[in-house]
């Protein structure tokens, strides 16, 4: 018989082993519990870590970003109390300015904050402290332009007025001819012409300069005259100073003080009027219209003059009569010799190209025609609405020129499927619900809005674009020509700025940021909920209107043209020629490239080109630079002093 005291001790022994063994492989599992919990700390911790070291790069990309004058007011504010940025689209990392001296260039002090596992018992954070100095770009400087600049011909008729209010150094600038007719042109400070000048009407001028030419007609008047070739003055208005490479000849009743030629001087009617007349070598200085005069030889007087009204010099000298009369002193003549009249040439530097492709993907709005002829346009940076390609179509009968997602029906009657938005309204308000703002010409690649308006912002349009009534609150941008047919009125975002006005100023009706009636705000320039960006692309809210573009080596289009009532609160930038045929009100510069068929811009009936009261987000001299072009400016730099943990 077993002893049963032995099997019951087996049994024991068994028992413990378990135990043993059972906590054993509880240790183990604590352990390696333990062991991941620790790792899975110490891996938030480095990502925490990771994004603090990320957030510093992003931080410096952010300063980079801003212009001089944001960098002043955030370095003004952040010198009072600390400043948090928000770093859109980039979670689990903070920043904050805690200090900082304004420049340029200017200290930042920040605090970048990498978060990790939130929300989580693993939660981890990393922050870094940082000393940036950020010294701001500077634009490209551009070569200087008139308030009117033309690279081809430009002929001016009927009633303008091309700048009301200071005209002081105003000018108009064309490469090649200007000529006028039948008009009365006030309120300009000086043309200046690599070609001929002609001025055939009544009108009033600071300063006529030119590479060729100058002839005036009629009552014309001007307080300066400055010809590389011969002056013509057939008029009967007042010239205080002329002066001509050339010959000077008056053949009318013409009151001149100083007639300067290098070749020479010829008065051919009794009833002109003049102070002195010489072949000279002059100084002139425009701030003051003074002429600092030495004589040359050889004056031409016809037999019925007897307008001098001094004792003027002259070393040879030809007359119709027999006797000069007392006003002519012959002891006073004198020899300088080896002097030359040497008028300043005419040089222009207009930007030498413009093309509406470079421009597309700054726009809100880029519209297009797709394969199967629908209307489409691809939409950007509109608050609400996903970037990216919609068609345009309808709702039934009653709700015309909304952003779909997909359309069924033929081309001329598109339907809606799905919209862009569900609370969206249309982005182009006809003159009734049944009516469509917008329409296209296959066979003339043209484009038509006829409406009430479109959704703010900048428009681009790809053919021919032609604007019919209505007010806009947009820049428009054509690949081919622009034009409005009928009554319109257009306000450029800088000009209109976030809500149409400033303080008590009123510059608009409404705002781009304000409007109600679309509820599609273009947001690079509602920057906030109170600030506009007026800088943002390279400032193409200054303009109201661009046109033309290159294909395959060939420049097509850059007409722009403006009917009668157009009212435009904007510069206009046209990539070949400019013309408008009355009761035009430009509220900015001008330019024409001439860079496809050269013919002449026109400017004609009642023209006026205002640069009174504009408003500070506005600046008319703008020029449009490619976007990411060159220039002579330079990119915003940072630097990183010093960094460490805290």
Not at 58 to 83: G, W
Not at 262 to 284: C, E, M, P, R, V
Not at 314 to 326: A, Q
Not at 397 to 416: E, F, H, I
């Amino acid at each position: 018989m077993k002893n049963p005291q032995k099997g019951m001790a087996t049994v024991l022994i068994l028992i413990f082993v378990g135990l043993a063994l059972g906590a054993t492989v509880l240790g183990a599992n604590y352990y390696v519990k333990g062991m991941q919990e620790q790792q899975n700390t110490s891996l938030a911790a480095t990502q925490a870590q990771m994004r603090a070291w990320q957030g510093l790069d992003i931080a410096q990309a952010v300063f980079n970003n801003m212009t001089a004058a944001q960098l002043q007011t955030l370095a003004t504010a952040a010198a009072t109390s600390p400043q948090n940025i928000t770093l859109t689209g980039v979670p689990n990392i903070t920043l904050q300015v805690t200090s900082a001296t304004a420049g340029p260039p200017s200290q930042f002090n920040i605090v970048v904050t990498g978060l990790a596992g939130t929300s989580t018992s693993l939660a981890s954070s990393s922050r870094l402290a940082a000393s940036i100095v950020v010294t701001p770009g500077t634009p490209p400087v551009r070569p200087s332009r008139g308030v009117v600049m033309f690279n081809s011909d430009l002929k001016l008729g009927g009633a303008i007025q091309l700048f009301e209010g200071d005209v002081h150094n105003m000018e108009i600038r064309v490469n090649g001819n200007v000529e006028t007719s039948g008009n009365s042109i006030t309120g300009v400070g000086v043309i200046r012409s690599t070609g001929n000048i002609t001025i055939t009407s009544g009108s009033s001028f600071g300063l006529l300069h030119a590479n060729g030419n100058i002839t005036l007609t009629g009552s014309t008047s001007s307080k300066a005259l400055l010809s590389r070739g011969n002056i013509l003055l057939d008029n009967n208005g007042t010239i205080p100073h002329a002066a001509a490479n050339g010959n000077i000849t008056v053949k009318n009743s013409t009151e001149v003080l100083d007639l300067l030629a290098g070749g020479a001087l010829d008065i051919t009617n009794g009833g002109a009027k003049f102070q002195s007349g010489y072949q000279t070598a002059y100084s002139f200085n425009p701030a003051t219209d003074h002429f600092e005069i030495t004589t040359l030889p050889q004056f031409d007087v016809a037999s019925g003059y007897t307008g001098a009204t001094g004792k003027p010099q002259f070393d040879k000298v030809k007359l119709g009569i027999k006797k000069p009369g007392d006003w002519f002193d012959t002891s006073m003549i004198s020899v300088v010799p080896d002097l030359i009249v040497n008028v300043p040439i005419v040089t222009l530097t207009p930007d030498d190209s413009f093309d509406a492709y470079a421009y597309k993907d700054l726009a809100n709005y880029a519209f297009y025609i797709d394969d199967d002829g629908f209307m489409k346009v691809k939409v950007k940076r509109i608050s609400g609405i996903a970037e990216g390609d919609y068609y345009i179509g309808s709702f039934g009968t009653s709700q015309k020129d909304y952003l779909c997602t997909n359309v069924s029906g033929p081309v001329s009657a598109a339907q809606c499927t799905g919209r862009a938005l569900d609370t969206q309204k249309t982005i182009c308000e006809g003159f009734s619900s049944s009516n469509s703002c917008f329409s296209y010409d296959s066979s003339k690649k043209l484009w038509t809005i006829n409406g009430k308006g479109i959704a703010p912002g900048v428009a681009w349009f790809e053919g021919h674009l032609a604007v019919q009534n209505g007010t806009y609150y947009n820049t428009f941008i054509t690949t081919l020509n622009f034009k409005t047919t009928a009554s319109a009125t257009i306000y450029a975002p800088n000009y209109a700025g976030y809500s149409g006005k400033v303080g008590s100023a009123i510059y608009s009706p409404l705002g781009y940021c304000n409007q109600t009636y679309y509820g599609l705000i273009p947001s690079q320039f509602c920057a906030s909920a109170t600030n506009w960006n007026s800088d943002i692309d390279g400032g193409i809210g200054n303009f109201s209107t661009m046109a033309g573009s290159t294909l395959k080596d060939v420049y097509q289009g850059g007409d722009i043209s403006f009917a009668n009532s157009s009212d435009i609160y904007g510069s206009v930038w046209a990539g070949n020629l400019y013309g408008n045929t009355g009761d035009t009100k430009i509220h900015g510069y001008i330019t024409a490239l001439a860079l496809g068929s050269k013919t002449s811009n026109t400017i004609q009936n009642s023209t006026k080109i205002i640069l009174t009261n504009l408003p500070d987000s506005f600046k008319a001299d703008q020029t449009a630079s490619p976007p990411g072009g060159g220039g002579s400016g330079s990119a915003a730099s940072t630097v990183v002093r010093w960094v460490r943990y805290i």
